[in-house]
């Protein structure tokens, strides 16, 4: 048995056969070796400033690095956005969720949602409720420049809530603000 065995191994056609396997084996390898890079990519916490508008956001990938589960806190406001508030009865913006899908190997698209809130005060004699003022959300498309740096482009919608006070836009509803902005630039905190 060993000598048929140390011919089948001897043979040309067993010999390119397993020469062909290792190559294939190499070839995935190597092709697959880009998913720790973005697995970096769209985990931590990534910063981001546009004007006076600045923010902070936690990205947890999943086990891919392919998506990411985002939320994300406003830190300051414009002049534009705190008038914008004020026009609609609102004093400030919820959290933010959303995610970030790798669409290439240094590009990655998401969509991102929050709410515009007129906040309620709390009393023992007249408690006040608050109030979902505006539904918020924004497209984002990101390219990655370097490891830890990405330069945005966004797309802001804000509709108002529909009389039922729901938590997501009307199908079929119209954005009172119809925003995009461009060369937003974020970095990743290490």
């Not at 190499?26 to 981001?48: C, M, N």
């Not at 830190?75 to 705190?82: I, K, P, Q, S, V």
């Not at 990405?150 to 925003?179: I, T």
């Amino acid at each position: 048995m060993k000598t048929q065995i140390s011919k089948f191994l001897k043979s040309k056609i067993t010999q390119g056969g397993l020469l062909l396997i290792l190559a294939a084996a190499v070839t995935a390898s190597i092709a697959w070796s880009d998913r720790p890079e973005t697995r970096v990519k769209l985990g931590g916490t990534w910063v981001g400033r546009y004007g006076d508008i600045t923010w902070i956001g936690s990205y947890a990938p999943d086990p891919d690095g392919q998506n990411a589960v985002v939320t994300l806190q406003w830190m300051t406001l414009g002049a534009d956005f705190e008038a914008l508030l004020g026009s609609i009865g609102a004093q400030d913006m919820s959290m933010v969720s959303g995610y970030l899908s790798m669409t290439g190997k240094k590009t990655a698209s998401g969509k991102l949602l929050w709410y515009v809130l007129a906040p309620g005060t709390a009393s023992t004699t007249q408690p006040v409720a608050g109030q979902v003022k505006a539904i918020a959300v924004m497209t984002s498309d990101w390219h990655f420049t370097s490891p830890d740096t990405a330069q945005g482009a966004h797309n802001l919608r804000m509709y108002l809530p529909d009389a039922k006070g729901s938590m997501l836009p009307a199908e079929g509803a119209v954005p009172f603000v119809n925003e995009s902005f461009g060369g937003v630039s974020h970095l990743q905190f290490h």
